[in-house]
């Protein structure tokens, strides 16, 4: 297959069985034997639909004939493929954008038989009308975002921030990477990406962190197998330095820890002489953060399966510092994920009572005097603000701490940060510092 029509599987698959497009596109990139240009292309279209579902709905309107809820859902995956291709990409030629659609509906809409004709005459009217199309004014259709989420996201983050973040939302996030201070400085691997020919330079404000341009394949490298950094965004990695884990033997948890970029930020940040455990619910991911840890080199890191809502009463009172990123709605990270943007709002009424829950558990590892860090990578007060003012309102041993940031950003007093996309480029995300008194019965 080629990567359209491996695109058009992952829209048909996200559409049909609720799939997570970047799953998917893994899954059908290997079955289909794309090489790395058509992974990378099958990975912009699918994408590049999804981020632009409404507008192109909004455009499509305009050069149908008919009415657009009429459209069979295949062809109209295969319109917006075509769609996109046009009008949002300058490097596809129009005829065969157009051709190669003609064919997709050829192949897969054999009991529509006006639909090759059908996407050949929308899709050649696209192109005789390229620029001359009345652009879509609303936030809605301008970001192809659901108008409840806007609502719910414009509640948190503001009407002067909003759009802001429906921009950033729609953009294609860069690869960050946190160096591994164990091995090698910051200063050296710049240079040995250079000599692998990589892309790469200092992030703005996260000290030891690279931004790379094209990348490729990144587990091919010789300086990724050797462990010399790992991928991680930086609001990920912000929200482990704001524990502030001395450089000494002390014991950490992770509780929600797949794939490990935490963990591993952690283990970085005390020189590696932190004893680690890092655990998660899915028995399938434990060997994801076991061979990451390896990879890199952390011998004092450990990982197992466990429900991060459920007591180990062997660990009680056991840790100096305890991570709780706990699951989410994930409305922080719809660039990376933006099928997201279409899940339904109140499948997420659940979690934070779960969130709590967790947070209520694992406050119990904590040792007096210890550090327990709540976090999520969303931006939703309900999951966010709500659960750390409900949790201390039951736990008067904990209390906010201030945050300690990076120069770039605000003065903290109130121990809680949102990080909104398109400020500090970042992914969207929250960090609450807390900290369990030393003396638990004053």
Same mark, same amino acid.
């Given at each position: 297959?080629?990567?359209?029509?491996?695109?058009?599987?992952?829209?048909?698959?996200?559409?049909?069985?609720?799939?997570?497009?970047?799953?998917?596109?893994?899954?059908?990139?290997?079955?289909?034997?794309?090489?790395?240009?058509?992974?990378?292309?099958?990975?912009?279209?699918?994408?590049?639909?999804?981020?632009?579902?409404?507008?192109?709905?909004f455009y499509l309107k305009q050069l149908l004939t008919g009415k657009l809820k009429d459209l069979h859902p295949v062809v109209h995956d295969i319109l917006h493929l075509g769609l996109y291709q046009i009008y949002e990409l300058d490097k596809i030629p129009d005829n065969a954008a157009v051709n190669e659609a003609v064919d997709l509906a050829k192949k897969y809409c054999k009991k529509q038989r006006f639909a090759p004709g059908l996407v050949n005459g929308v899709l050649r009217n696209a192109v005789k009308t390229k620029g001359s199309l009345k652009e879509p004014a609303s936030l809605e259709d301008k970001y192809s975002h659901p108008w409840e989420l806007i609502k719910l996201l414009r509640d948190y983050v503001g009407k002067d921030r909003i759009e802001m973040m429906l921009k950033a939302n729609n953009e294609a996030p860069r690869t960050v990477i946190q160096v591994n201070t164990l091995k090698i400085t910051a200063e050296d691997l710049l240079k040995r990406l250079e000599e692998e020919q990589v892309e790469a330079a200092p992030h703005a404000w996260m000290r030891d962190c690279l931004v790379l341009g094209s990348t490729g394949d990144l587990e091919r490298l010789k300086s990724f197998q050797e462990g010399l950094y790992y991928v991680q965004d930086v609001a990920a990695k912000l929200s482990v330095l704001c524990a502030e884990l001395p450089e000494k033997e002390i014991c950490i948890l992770d509780c929600c820890a797949a794939p490990g970029g935490k963990s591993?930020?952690?283990?970085?940040?005390?020189?590696?002489?932190?004893?680690?455990? #890092?655990? $998660?619910?899915?028995?399938?991911? *434990? /060997?994801?953060?076991?061979? &990451?840890?390896? +990879?890199?080199?952390?011998?004092?890191?450990?990982?197992?399966?466990?429900?991060?809502?459920?007591?180990?009463?062997?660990?009680?009172? #056991?840790? $100096?510092?305890?991570?709780?990123? *706990? /699951?989410?709605?994930?409305? &922080?990270?719809? +660039?990376?994920?933006?099928?997201?943007?279409?899940?339904?709002?109140?499948?997420?009424?659940?979690?934070?009572?779960?969130?709590?829950?967790?947070?209520?558990?694992?406050?119990?590892? *904590?040792?007096?005097?210890?550090?327990?860090?709540?976090?999520?990578?969303?931006?939703?007060?309900?999951?966010?603000?709500?659960?750390?003012?409900?949790?201390?309102k039951d736990n008067e041993d904990f209390y906010l701490e201030p945050l300690p940031l990076p120069d770039c950003f605000p003065e903290n007093s109130s121990g809680m940060l949102a990080l909104v996309p398109g400020e500090y480029d970042t992914d969207g995300f929250f960090i609450a510092r807390m900290r369990r008194k030393a003396c638990t019965n004053t």
């Open positions: 297959m080629g990567a359209r029509e491996t695109a058009l599987n992952a829209l048909i698959a996200c559409r049909k069985d609720a799939a997570w497009s970047n799953g998917i596109l893994k899954e059908y990139v290997v079955r289909d034997r794309l090489d790395r240009r058509d992974a990378a292309l099958a990975a912009k279209l699918c994408y590049g639909v999804l981020q632009n579902r409404n507008k192109l709905d591993f930020a952690s283990a970085i940040a005390t020189k590696g002489l932190a004893e680690i455990t #890092s655990c $998660d619910i899915h028995e399938h991911k *434990v /060997p994801l953060i076991q061979n &990451g840890a390896a +990879r890199l080199g952390l011998e004092k890191l450990s990982a197992k399966q466990q429900d991060a809502s459920e007591n180990v009463a062997d660990w009680n009172d #056991s840790f $100096d510092a305890v991570i709780a990123d *706990v /699951p989410c709605s994930g409305y &922080g990270i719809i +660039r990376k994920k933006p099928d997201i943007r279409y899940k339904n709002i109140e499948d997420m009424a659940q979690l934070p009572a779960l969130q709590l829950a967790i947070l209520k558990n694992q406050s119990r590892y *904590v040792k007096a005097g210890g550090i327990l860090m709540y976090s999520t990578c969303t931006l939703v007060r309900a999951e966010n603000e709500e659960v750390v003012e409900n949790f201390l």
